[in-house]
């Protein structure tokens, strides 16, 4: 998974929202997708701001999860 851009980035294309550019256009003139510019004007419109959201699998869901008891106890024997 790639890194989230900027907040930099971010807060650039707001202002150029808040001037009265559409979140495509916005996102054309900082060479960013068309659908990431319409992602962002959307969160921008939601909540104010365009945020990263959080990146990869949440805490206490992985695969091993269930077995966790299991290795606590190993772990424990040393």
């Known amino acids: 998974m790639?890194?989230?851009l900027?907040?930099?980035l971010r807060l650039?294309?707001?202002k150029l929202v808040e001037v009265?550019?559409?979140?495509?256009?916005?996102?054309?003139r900082l060479k960013l997708s068309p659908a990431t510019?319409?992602?962002?004007a959307l969160s921008i419109r939601r909540t104010g701001?365009?945020?990263?959201?959080p990146q990869g699998r949440p805490k206490g869901k992985?695969?091993?999860d269930p077995h966790r008891a299991f290795f606590a106890e190993i772990i424990g024997q040393d």
Do not use: E, T, Y
Not at 20 to 28: K, W
Not at 49 to 53: G, K, P
């Open 37 to 40: 510019g319409a992602r962002w």
């Open 2 to 4: 790639s890194a989230p």
């Open 12 to 14: 650039r294309f707001q």
């Open 62 to 64: 992985g695969k091993l």
């Open 49 to 53: 701001r365009a945020c990263a959201a």
């Open 6 to 8: 900027p907040d930099v």
């Open 20 to 28: 009265g550019l559409s979140g495509r256009a916005a996102a054309l």
